[in-house]
């Protein structure tokens, strides 16, 4: 069946169109979009802007988000709250999962992201047994985007070290590892299951330079398809820089990118500390660079060079990661902030010829978001399958223009303008609410109950 859809202003190609009506095939597909008004029987939505991909998620961390917040140790830091987690994550078993992975998602859904990137590295039991059927997690995990409704880019992760220089994993990581037989089984064997199915894409995420041999990752890159994605943790944490230079004499970026030809298929999660040459290195590769703002914030990683990297046209876009925040309004806020805050300057992310610093951090997270997921066929473009955002107006703000408002948007709205969100052409959130919204919040406190208990 074909579904119009009005509105008063939509943001499509990097343009306003006011008083319009947007058609969608029985496929999901945006066929066409014309000037129009209502008929008096149907809604006008005030304002229709793309979705977001959000590019990478932790999906099992999201229920120890805010309770790292104590002091745990005389200076705590990215790696005394990577040994907390490693503590609760041995508590979650496959049923936990599932739910805590639904509740996300729908939770993504509600704040505007209608594509996740799963990065996706517990595989085995707690005693570090894999399940009598390996991919159980990573299947269930897709099966709950599937169920609640948003397009899933299933990373599974290839881990075989604790560190540098083939350090043997601690006990904290024995969830994790794979050998290179078996990984390559995982992914062959979650390719063929999802082969057909238009809501899914499995890529790859070798998990950092430090957890994965160089030569094992050169072998595993051989297996990769054209337009597969692969993601890799790089550069977060000075230490991982240091030590990287200790053991192979080369920074983790400028290793990388001397020992594989990484292009577009790649994204380069963090990549927070980098010298002008990896900046340059990644831009001119076409890569996508994951920033985690609120994450990155929360674990003390440090500020992405972004207006170095935008300056040589770097493609990037935004994870929510450990799930600290679940927000895309966030994310692009404290990216454009902590730009500021280290530039001492206003409106970072524009200038003359594109002067919305909201319109651009927006599109451009769009675009590359897109792009990590290898997501070619759906977003609001005509001749895609329809992923949209139908945005609620305050009225107070509607004698301002388009692009005011979605200033205002962006960088000063404190509830959810986000009323409804369509995904490849169907309604999944609707008026704020999900249809699994009954029952899932009592399913979710069970597992936190559990968690929660010594
Ligand atoms: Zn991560």
Known sequence: M???????KVFLNHQWFEDQ??????????????????????????????????????????????????CSSHQDSFWTWRDIMYQFLNKVEPEDLAIIAKALYI????????EVGEFHYLHKDAQGNPYQQPDLLSVSMIEAAIEVGINICHLPVFYQYGGFNKTAAGDGQKRFLLSDHQYADLVHSL???????????????????????????????????DNQPVHIHISEQLSEVEQCLKVYQKRPVELLYSELDVNAQWCLVHATHLNEHEVEQIAK????????????????????????FSDLKGNWGIGSDSHISVNMVEELRWLEYAQRLQMHRRNVYASSDKPMTAINLFYDAYKGGNQAL????????IGKK????????????????????????????????????????????????????????????????KILSH
């Open 285 to 308: 590769s076409q890569a996508v660079v994951g920033i985690c703002p609120t994450t990155e914030a929360n674990l003390g990683d440090g500020i992405f060079p972004l207006s170095k």
């Open 107 to 114: 939770e993504m859904l509600k704040n505007g992201y209608t």
């Open 374 to 381: 290898g997501n070619t066929n759906s977003g609001l473009e």
């Open 191 to 225: 390719r063929s299951r999802y082969q057909q199915h238009h809501q899914v894409k499995i890529g790859m995420a070798p998990h950092s330079l430090r957890a994965v041999d160089v030569g094992d990752l050169k072998e595993l890159c051989l297996d990769l398809a």
């Open 21 to 70: 009506k947007l058609e969608i095939d029985a496929q999901g597909v945006l066929i066409s979009m014309k000037s129009a008004f209502a008929p008096s029987h149907e809604k006008t939505i005030d304002m229709v802007v793309p979705s977001l991909a959000n590019l990478h998620s932790h999906a099992f961390q999201w229920p120890m988000a805010g309770l790292t917040e104590y």
């Open 2 to 8: 074909t579904l119009f859809i009005y509105a008063k």
């Open 386 to 449: 329809a992923n949209l955002l139908a945005l609620k107006i305050p009225d107070q703000f509607l004698p301002c223009n388009s692009d005011q408002i979605f200033s205002k948007f962006i960088f000063s709205s404190r509830n959810n303008w986000i009323q409804d969100v369509m995904v490849s052409g169907h309604w999944v959130i609707q008026q704020g609410q999900h249809p699994l919204d009954e029952q899932l919040p009592m399913q979710l406190k069970k597992v936190m109950k």
